[in-house]
């Protein structure tokens, strides 16, 4: 039996895509899940998939990444699958369809495994990287805040008189959690 699976780390994302291809490519059954990282292993749908595949049949997954946050975890999985005899085919990582059962596709896979950690670590580097230098320029990540000058001047007075900082979020028409921001900045 060929059997799927498919993940997206948010709930906002749509996985339909990849369900699409793994169909294409023989899938008779496709497990998802929504909203996992990849370095969890207790997925729920992952579970699923686990538990159905049998010797002599097919996971076939979109990527590595997919089922593995990690290259430890990686090796691992795909170690794990060989010794109950199950075959992995990655759709984008076509070295990936290799007979893990043998000396050289524990290679292979160990190699592609080692890549792909190399791939996430050098994006979250990047990222790093990236916002430090945004903040050294003056940059702040995030949403501007809805607390002009004004409004926190207004604010301070509002508190100064005793009002509460529901009343004052009101009359100013913001969140409860901006006007105590503000408020602590000026205390």
Known sequence: MIVGYARVSTREQN????????????AEKV???????SRIRERPEWQRCLDVLRDGDTLVIRALDRIAGSEKMAIELIRELARRGVRLKSLTEPFLD??????????IVGIMAVLAQLRVDTI??????GLAHARSQG??????????P?????????KS?????????RVLGVGESSIRRALAKVS
Do not use: F, K, W
């Open 15 to 26: 996985p339909a895509a990849q369900e699409a291809e793994l169909r294409a490519a023989g």
């Open 31 to 37: 497990y998802v899940d929504h909203g996992e990282s």
């Open 98 to 107: 290799v007979d893990t059962t043998t000396p050289m596709g524990e290679a």
């Open 124 to 129: 979250r580097e990047n990222t790093r990287r």
């Open 139 to 148: 940059r702040v990540g995030g949403r501007p805040t809805v607390m002009t």
């Open 150 to 158: 004004e409004r926190i001047e207004a604010a301070r007075r509002m």
């Open 161 to 169: 008189d005793g009002q509460s900082v529901a009343h004052i979020a």
